[in-house]
């Protein structure tokens, strides 16, 4: 069965540096999402990408943030300057569409890559 | 997205139907029912969803009530490995959302 894949499974990084979370989205999906969730708490939606671009995007996903696809395969989250408030696991997924009435709009995830700021 | 209202925990015996109640009074005509589950950090996966009839798959059944006010996810016969924190997300079914939203969910926990 498909899957999303996700790597590394733990970066840890000092506060201040650039991190890039990569993701393999299943092979014929076309939207691409991002998530996070800190220890304890629930996972928040960061980004939507479609078609190249940001679709949708939410108050945490600020200008420290941006999502790119460098290949037909490969989405990546970067955040470039961490903070100790951005340890969390991130989740990545995929979906082959978005319209609810139709087959093929669950989200699949990864299974997470866990942050950990110093 | 309209608000859901579920128990923070049920607990069910292994084998026995696990019945998942939420509540989703504020529902509108467009949007739909989702659930996804949780296991212990993992990433979430999805369960069902439906608008108002109701419906089964390999893994669950969601029974909608006929206003839309609630929903029900049952699991028929749960076992160790549906221990997990279950979600109920309101979603309009396309256009420009996009997102899950996420509620802190029912902690199931299947005992033998």
């Known amino acids: 069965e498909p899957e999303v894949t996700q790597t590394p499974s733990h970066q840890v990084t000092q506060m201040g540096q650039e991190v890039i979370l990569r993701c393999v989205p299943i092979?014929?999906?076309?939207?691409f999402y991002w998530y996070r969730q800190i220890l304890g708490q629930k996972v928040e939606f960061l980004v939507s990408?479609?078609?190249?671009?940001?679709?949708?995007k939410s108050e945490i996903f600020d200008d420290q943030f941006s999502v790119e696809r460098p290949d037909g395969s490969n989405f990546t989250l970067k955040i470039r300057s961490t903070k100790l408030e951005d340890s969390a696991m991130y989740f990545c997924a995929s979906s082959a569409s978005i319209w609810s009435g139709r087959t093929g709009n669950e989200q699949f995830f990864g299974p997470g890559t866990r942050l950990t700021v110093l | 997205d309209a608000k859901t209202t579920q128990p923070t925990s049920m607990d069910c015996a292994e084998g026995r139907a696990a019945n998942l109640p939420c509540n989703h009074s504020?529902?509108?005509?467009?949007?739909?029912v989702y659930w996804y589950r949780q296991i212990h950090s993992q990433g979430p996966q999805y369960i069902i969803h439906?608008?108002?009839n109701n419906e089964t798959n390999e893994m669950a059944s969601l029974i909608i009530t006929e206003d839309r006010k609630s929903s029900t996810l049952i699991l028929p016969h749960a076992t160790l490995r549906d221990t997990a924190v279950y979600y109920c997300?309101?979603?309009?079914?396309?256009?420009?959302?996009?997102?899950?939203?996420f509620g802190k969910g029912t902690l199931l926990t299947v005992n033998p």
């Open positions: 504020t529902i509108s005509g467009n949007e739909y």
């Open positions: 092979s014929n999906h076309l939207y």
């Open positions: 439906g608008l108002k």
């Open positions: 997300i309101v979603r309009v079914g396309g256009g420009s959302n996009y997102k899950l939203t």
């Open positions: 990408f479609y078609n190249n671009e940001i679709s949708e």
